[in-house]
């Protein structure tokens, strides 16, 4: 019984071998493929225009807030202690909506990002796979991302890729 599984273990090593050294390994640089895609200008441009949408928003805040404090300095000594107080609250309270704004225009902004670059990552993903597949390879590994340390320059998909893509 020892001797046959043995066996049956020695015919699943030697197939398990024969079906890795068939199998083809590819990689590409994710990055540099979306960089040479004509649309990420586009899609950049996009994303620099909304970003001084609310920077433009933010600085208008900025002047409001330092228009107050200007005022609010210049009139301390004339003002009695209710109008003080009350244009204290109004610059406390300006400067909580300039926070809770940097807040939402962070996240604002990285949803945009990603709402701009999602089609264009989809494009490239569908290219990688349709010509990994017609090309044979089993495994294609994002060198972009660091992952992975050593690899064959002649399995490099991004000529391929563009190729595909139409880029030169």
């Known amino acids: 019984m020892k ?3 043995a066996a049956i273990a020695m015919v699943f090593c030697l197939i398990g071998t024969s079906v890795a050294q068939d199998m083809k390994f590819g990689h590409i640089n994710s990055s540099e493929l979306l960089q040479a ?3 990420s200008k586009k899609v950049q441009q996009d994303l620099e225009a909304y970003a001084r949408q609310l920077e433009s928003q933010m600085t208008t805040m900025s002047s409001e807030y330092q228009a107050k404090v200007t005022e609010y300095q210049t009139n301390e000594q ?3 202690d209710i ?3 009350s244009k204290m609250r109004e610059i406390s309270d300006l400067e909580k909506r300039i926070q809770e704004f ?5 996240g604002s902004l990285s949803k945009k990002e990603q709402q701009l670059f999602q089609p ?3 494009k ?3 290219a990688i796979d349709e010509v990994a597949k017609a090309n044979g ?3 294609v590994f994002d060198t972009s991302t660091g992952a992975i340390v050593h690899y064959p320059d002649g399995n490099d998909l991004l000529p391929l890729v563009k190729k595909h893509l139409g880029i030169q």
Not at 102 to 106: D, E, F, V
């Open 3 to 5: 001797k046959l599984l």
């Open 37 to 39: 895609m004509p649309e």
């Open 78 to 80: 004339v003002w009695g």
């Open 83 to 85: 109008v003080l107080e």
């Open 102 to 106: 940097q807040q939402q225009a962070q």
């Open 120 to 122: 264009l990552l989809d």
């Open 124 to 126: 490239a993903q569908k």
């Open 137 to 139: 390879y089993g495994y």
